[in-house]
């Protein structure tokens, strides 16, 4: 019998490199949510996933940028934390985007830790071929990465590959989680981030950079149901009106479209339940740090 692997992966890269896309991907199953906008994962988040005799533990991060508030600072502070805890690190580079002093900055993070990366060239679905080659030959030239792939996370082209290289460097030694577990992250949590997804999809501008949420109360009927109850935070009453749109259509339409995900994803009736709360210093509440995992003194 080959020998049991089992250790980290961590996914590092710029805000909407497509980390928790691939994440999803590579786990089977959305544990992570996703928008086109930029900082939508605030926190560090594991996606398992057992390959032959390797159970590969993904540890999706906050997109790394030049942070401004406090919790822009924890959230990058957390993704390079994530970096140096785990056995290998696999840098998400969007092909679509220019290479720009974010991206410059991030390899030289990476070539500072010592140790080489992945790298993983990201939405090749976008991109010319004979483009990616070029890219992928100057990033290579930085020295800091052992190989490098080329894959769409949304198609999932390339990404066994990468997958089987990743299982392949892991060390040998027991599973560290149970067999059936995708991730580690509580149902509630979970829960809270498939409402803010739909949030951050019908907000606009900075708003959604000011929303939070939380799932405060969780009922289980007999009959097989559940209610959930989720508090969404914004700064400004202006914004709570925003939120809650024209005779409340906009939350209306967030609470359906949550409601109808986490029904599927719990497999069961839910009704959720959202109040939204102005709470002017919920950025900088060391209570919703702790709830992300995220450090309050940075
Ligand atoms: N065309 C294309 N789009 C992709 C691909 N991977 C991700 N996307 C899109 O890119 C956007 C960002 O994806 P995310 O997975 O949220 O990116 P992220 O790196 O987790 O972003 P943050 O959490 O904000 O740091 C979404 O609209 C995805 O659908 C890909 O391979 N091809
Ligand atoms: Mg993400």
New binding site residues.
């Given amino acids: 019998m080959t020998a049991r692997r089992a250790g980290f992966v961590a996914l590092l ?12 991907r590579l786990v089977g199953a959305k544990v ?10 605030r926190s560090r988040l594991l996606g398992i996933r057992i390959h032959g005799p390797a159970q590969v533990i993904f540890v ?4 790394i940028f030049e942070p401004r508030r406090r919790l822009e600072r924890a959230m990058v502070r957390r993704a390079w934390r994530a970096a140096g805890d785990a056995d290998m690190t696999v840098l ?1 580079v ?1 092909a ?1 985007r220019r290479p720009d002093a974010r991206e410059a900055n991030i390899v030289s993070g990476l070539g500072a830790g010592g140790r080489k990366a992945v790298l993983a060239l ?5 991109v010319p071929r004979e483009r990616l080659l070029a890219r992928a030959d100057r990033l290579y030239g930085s020295g800091c990465f052992g190989d490098v792939f080329m ?5 999932g082209d390339g990404v066994d590959d990468l997958l089987n290289r990743l299982a392949e460097g892991l060390p040998e030694g027991p599973w560290l989680y149970p067999e059936d577990d995708l991730s580690d992250a509580p149902l509630r949590f979970l829960a809270a981030e498939i409402t803010r997804e739909k949030l951050f999809l019908r907000l606009h501008d900075e708003i959604p950079y000011d929303t939070a949420t939380e799932t405060v109360g969780w009922q289980e009927f007999d009959n097989g149901g559940v209610r959930i109850d989720q508090t969404v935070y914004v700064r400004r009453t202006s914004q709570r009106a925003i939120v809650l749109g024209k005779g409340g259509a906009r939350i209306r339409a967030v609470r359906q479209a949550a409601q109808r995900e986490l029904a599927e994803t719990l497999d069961r009736p839910v009704h959720l339940f959202l109040t939204v709360r102005v709470r002017e210093g919920w950025p900088e509440d060391p209570e919703r740090f702790r709830d992300l995992g995220l450090d309050y003194n940075v």
């Fill in positions: 890269g710029a805000p909407n490199a497509g980390k928790s896309t691939l994440l999803n992570s949510i996703v928008t086109p906008k930029a900082q939508t994962t999706d991060t906050p997109g998400l969007d679509a990201n939405k090749i679905d976008l894959i769409s996370a949304l198609t």
